[in-house]
């Protein structure tokens, strides 16, 4: 027995009188893969480091959370539920059929706006010298799906930039009605995308009727720590949001 | 001392009396990613098992072995010298200051065909409703820029098709002239693309003057088998042909 319990992980100890105990986290993570044909596909960089790190201290701070995860190479966070799904469709799937028993939704996953506007059932052969020229379509916005749902949750997007954060941040901030935006440069060599280190600057409206944009910077750390310095920001914002009062959210028109 | 050598990780014992011994071997893995913009690629779904599977093979049986290798997730199997790179025409570059140097080359990467037209310099942004179109060009074909050099290695390629494998097959050795090609199905399920296990067809033209295409067919098994067993039969093919043989290859017209 002893052996026994010296080869089975510890699981994280959920902290039942934590911060976020009795609280339902719902996070996206990692990049999303729309297929060309069987073997070829379109995605971006994202490693899902940042989003595994969000659920891992969300569950120390004593949340129940499910991750809905891309195709990533990343061990599942103790105590933390995983559905793995491959393109856009079937992340807004899984996060659909979740989203209304939970009470904050983390959008982190670098979803692909766009998909092929036909997948082919075969390899696709080159042909001669010849170009070729790919038709894409638009992905539907899984965050936006969110905020459009009747009572939506506390909801927090994610903005990978790489010019001009401050400016795309506020535009994300209010077209897609979210709580909090969190916004990184993604060019910042040894930062972002694949890297075990961030940074990154959180902006929300301040309470209405003001519809000033506050912003708060996180300097680089690593991805663990940054995501536990989120939290206890994001708490400040939940706290004072409770579920019931979201509809009329300070950046309605 | 003797810590010492336990933490120390055995390199693989580079067996000087193997059938590969004083053999250079040039081997390429995984996919290719071609940049769309600072975030977002175009790649497929290679993992580079097969490829780096064949390098410890190689390794094993007393080559001096170089693994040029996409972006993969994987250990550099011992004593094998890796290049890492990320575009085709990385790839390519990699390829050629090395290539006059060996006696065998494998292309077994998973290379782009296609490489964007232009990359942006910055993340492109969704415009509203619209849909998009990429332009893409051709990438250079690396093993026929292999098998175009003066004194060309002996060179195996692969075909990694979800049909009409045998048509395929033989169309790339003659057009590419190669002294093998290594066929497998990516549509069967649990083999091939990220799978641990493989089943191939090897195709090969008879001696001069007959013009009769021989196939090899190898079952499902770990990759790591399936290289050895492709090892046993390339060796059959490369000792029959010296490289001062091969410019006069059976498939020139």
Redesign the interface.
Known sequence: AILEALRTPPLAAPDSTGPLADTRVLITAGPTREA?D?????????SGKMGFALAEAARALGAEVTLVAGPV?LPTPAGVSRIDVVSARDMLAAVEARVDSCDIFIGCA?V???RL?EIAE??L??RG??????????NPDIIARVTDRPAPPFTVGFA????DMARYARDKLERKRLDLIIAND??SPGLG?GADDNAAVLYHFADAPSEELISHSLTPRRKRDLATAIFDYLLTRYHRAPLSATAGSPTDP
């Open positions: 060309i069987p073997v070829r596909y379109l995605s971006n960089r994202s190479q670098a692909a706006d766009y506007a075969h390899k052969k080159k010298d010849e170009a070729l020229s790919l038709s894409l379509v638009q990978a930039e790489t010019r993604v060019a995308f």
